[in-house]
């Protein structure tokens, strides 16, 4: 019973991994599932397809770990956050696909509700901007043009949630409508600083409040998974959206500490203690986690594209053939060369939020050839990351000076990034052994819950350095490098 099952639903694949009572990992499983483009800029995912990886990947954890349901003490969920489920409460089924946080349907209806004057009262309440990124109009969405679920949401028939109220509802049989905080506060319609659904912005969205879920911490008792499912009931203690999951995992407990995961996107989070701090550089203000009632708030910069602008080099352009090969590419670009490539495939998230620009490539000369493509597409990274690192510091003073950037996800593998990353950020960045921080996160809050695993003091003092990261750049230099970025964000935006 020493044993802790972490399920991390993240936005292209689903992945269980076991950790041990010294909370190293023990078995990992992972399935990738169906991303559906029924139309430009439009994102969906079958839940079902994402209910079917998420039981086989924690059973197959399990049997590769040599244990079964009763060796598990607790299970800790974390998951692509925003992301909008609407299911019926007698039958547990979906009314239509879940709508993904990258999906832009609803960014006519956010302008409308920017037009109308409402931004401020939503941010002032949710943290958020109105940007479709947000679950909030996907809701109004499928509730707009789902036949009949406006009806069915007012009698009490439908139930909305984030990923991880969808898993809570069928891992406990339908016996439990919960979310945390964490997810809460990514939905549009939650007031992080009252810590309740909001009823004035339900009523502008025309969502009825008997669709929402119960809002519980982070580490809670969220009921236990129902017998037939793996063999024995497992309760489920620990549930975090999956960038609070890795702030946790990277043990950012401490007002300034910030961390970096560099996935599909990227997403910063800047620790700033128990009073939420609004910006003014259009970052966004969350909870980082609740304990104990206790909310701890962050400043978060989202960028949409990170890892992703590797995958278009492999898989668009055709000029690596594994991610790996991006940065011995990049290392071989001609230094004469100052190509830049600002990659807002779909729009450009914080600090810009434009929905509506497209990427772009400035400096291309003859002589340019994959590797400095390579190389721009690495830097993106960076410079984006910079320009949110400018905008914390902006927003509170405590962070950057004598500040370290903490940083995980598959792309920290690339050392070159990483080198880049601390040159323009002009700062070190830290990469740890573990770098299944999410997984991590999840895992420690379930196994604290249950007693499984030390307070946070204790959590703090294991987490261990892989490699420094140290700025080799001059200062002059720095600052040309990103001056010219800030002129071609400016380019790409005016186009
Ligand atoms: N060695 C590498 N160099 C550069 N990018 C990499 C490398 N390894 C993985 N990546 C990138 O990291 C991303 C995968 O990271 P992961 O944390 O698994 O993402 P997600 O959870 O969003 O699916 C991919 O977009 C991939 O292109
Ligand atoms: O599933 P990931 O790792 O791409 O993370 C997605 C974020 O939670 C979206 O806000």
Redesign the pocket.
């Known amino acids: 019973m020493s044993h802790v099952l972490a399920i991390d639903q993240?936005?292209t694949s689903s992945r269980a991994i076991v950790f041990d009572s010294a909370l190293k990992v023990k078995a990992v499983a992972q399935q990738e599932f169906t991303q559906h483009f029924p139309a430009s800029g439009w994102v969906e995912h079958d839940p079902e397809e994402i209910w079917q990886t998420v039981l086989s990947t924690c059973r197959a954890a399990m049997e590769k770990a040599g244990l079964t349901a009763a060796d598990i003490a607790a299970i800790g969920i974390t998951n692509?956050?925003?992301t909008t489920v609407v299911w019926e409460r007698d039958t547990g089924k979906p009314i239509h696909n879940a709508i993904v946080?990258q999906d832009r349907r609803t960014a006519p209806a956010c302008a409308l509700l920017r037009s109308e004057g409402h931004e401020p009262m939503f941010t002032e309440a949710t943290g958020l901007l109105l940007d479709p990124y947000f679950s909030g109009t996907k809701l109004q969405w499928l509730l707009d043009h789902v036949e009949g679920a406006r009806a069915a949401a007012e009698a009490g028939r439908l139930a909305f949630g984030t990923i991880d109220s969808f898993l809570i509802w069928r891992l406990t049989g339908g016996k439990v409508h919960a979310t945390n905080a964490t997810n809460a506060a990514r939905t549009l319609l939650y007031d992080i600083r009252r810590g309740e659904w909001s009823r004035g912005i339900c009523q502008i969205l025309d969502v009825p409040m008997q669709m929402l879920p119960e809002v519980r911490d982070c580490a809670a008792d969220f009921g236990v998974t129902d017998p037939a499912i793996f063999g024995a009931a497992i309760p489920i203690r620990g549930v975090a959206?999956?960038?609070q999951a890795a702030t946790v995992g990277q043990a950012c407990f401490a007002p300034g500490m910030m961390k970096s995961t560099y996935?599909?996107?990227c997403?910063a989070l800047l620790n700033t203690g128990t009073e939420p701090v609004t910006s003014q550089n259009r970052l966004l203000t969350t909870i980082a986690y609740q304990l104990a009632g206790k909310p701890t708030y962050a400043l978060e910069g989202?960028i949409f594209i990170a890892g992703a602008v590797v995958q278009w080099l492999r898989d668009g352009l055709g000029i690596i053939e594994s991610a790996a090969q991006s940065g011995e590419l990049a290392a071989r670009a001609d230094p004469g060369q100052e190509v830049i490539l600002v990659p807002a495939f779909t729009g450009l998230g914080a600090p810009y939020w434009n929905p509506d620009c497209r990427g772009a490539i400035f400096g291309l000369t003859r002589g340019t050839s994959r590797a400095e493509f390579a190389r721009a597409a690495l830097e993106s990274v960076g410079f984006q990351t910079r320009d949110l690192w400018e905008a914390m510091r902006a927003d509170w003073p405590g962070a950057g000076e004598g500040a370290v950037l903490r940083v995980d996800g598959g792309m920290t593998a690339s050392d070159w990034t990483m080198q880049f990353l601390a040159d323009i950020l002009g700062a070190p960045v830290d990469r740890p052994e573990v770098l299944e921080t999410t997984a991590l996160g999840a895992a420690w809050l379930a196994g604290m819950a249950t007693g499984v695993y030390p307070g946070p003091e204790e959590f703090a003092r294991s987490w261990a350095l892989d490699r420094r990261f140290t700025p080799q750049t001059d200062e002059p230099t720095r600052a040309h490098r990103y001056e010219r970025w800030q002129r071609a964000v400016e380019a790409t935006m005016s186009v």
């Open positions: 993240g936005t692509q956050r925003e946080w959206g999956d960038q996935g599909t996107g997403f989202s």
